[in-house]
């Protein structure tokens, strides 16, 4: 059983158009978080979501929108896409947020055309 | 906020050497301190982590130092194995924070 899966593992689209990525956890974790992960291997933070409250990493582009639909599951949306959005995507969970080990999903490996 | 910094960005070391991976931290507040380990093309992954209460914590041929007073902490790999090459991030968090702060990964290769 995979703890943390998303969708789709790959994702590649030309530029302006809008996608989505999924990801849902079995693990009963609180909270969820969005990382982008560039060529340079850093990994930032985008989101982190727990019990419905959303914390923002004020960097990140208002293109980008994470919607939970229940705790098991934060998707991330994202308009209007641009070359720069070409990364990898990483969704992880934690039994809380703070001082807990996160579980990565495989990655979402997104290219913009 | 937090401020973690990695060194070095990228070690090469022969199979059965040891490695040394060094973080420090700037936020006295922070209490957990975790290391991943990404191979290439996959997903980052929990090796080791230690808190606070605790100044060295071993597994195997891994090992996470801790000193509270530098404000740094240390990931040890004894008798590395090619398998061992991946990148190696720390993290630092606090109980009350709302996400880790990692640092900016290490490059690890072991050469046969």
């Known amino acids: 059983d995979t703890a943390v899966s998303q969708t789709p593992k790959y994702l590649v689209t030309q530029m302006g158009n809008d996608k989505s990525i999924k990801c849902e956890q079995n693990l009963g974790h609180d909270t969820m978080y969005w990382y982008k992960q560039d060529s340079k291997k850093f990994l930032k933070i985008m989101f982190s979501?727990?019990?419905?409250?959303?914390?923002i990493n004020e960097t990140v582009p208002n293109r980008f929108s994470p919607k939970s639909p229940d705790k098991a599951h934060l998707n991330l949306h994202i308009n209007s896409l641009e070359l720069g959005d070409s990364a990898v995507y990483f969704c992880?969970?934690?039994?809380?947020?703070?001082?807990?080990?996160?579980?990565f999903g495989d990655g979402t490996r997104l290219s913009i055309l | 906020g937090e401020n973690v910094e990695q060194h070095p960005s990228t070690l090469s070391v022969q199979e059965g050497d040891s490695a040394v991976i060094k973080c420090t931290y700037s936020?006295?507040?922070?209490?957990?301190f975790p290391w991943y380990k990404q191979e290439l093309g996959k997903r980052p992954q929990l090796i080791i982590d230690?808190?606070?209460?605790?100044g060295e914590k071993k597994d195997q041929r891994i090992a996470v130092t801790l000193n509270k007073t530098a404000k740094h902490f240390s990931l040890h790999i004894t008798e590395t194995q090619p398998e061992d090459s991946a990148v190696y991030f720390c993290a630092a968090s606090t109980w009350t924070g709302n996400q880790f702060y990692f640092g900016t990964g290490t490059s690890l290769t072991v050469i046969p």
């Open positions: 230690i808190r606070s209460n605790v």
């Open positions: 992880a969970s934690s039994h809380r947020a703070g001082d807990q080990p996160q579980h």
């Open positions: 979501y727990n019990n419905k409250e959303l914390i």
């Open positions: 936020d006295s507040a922070s209490n957990y």
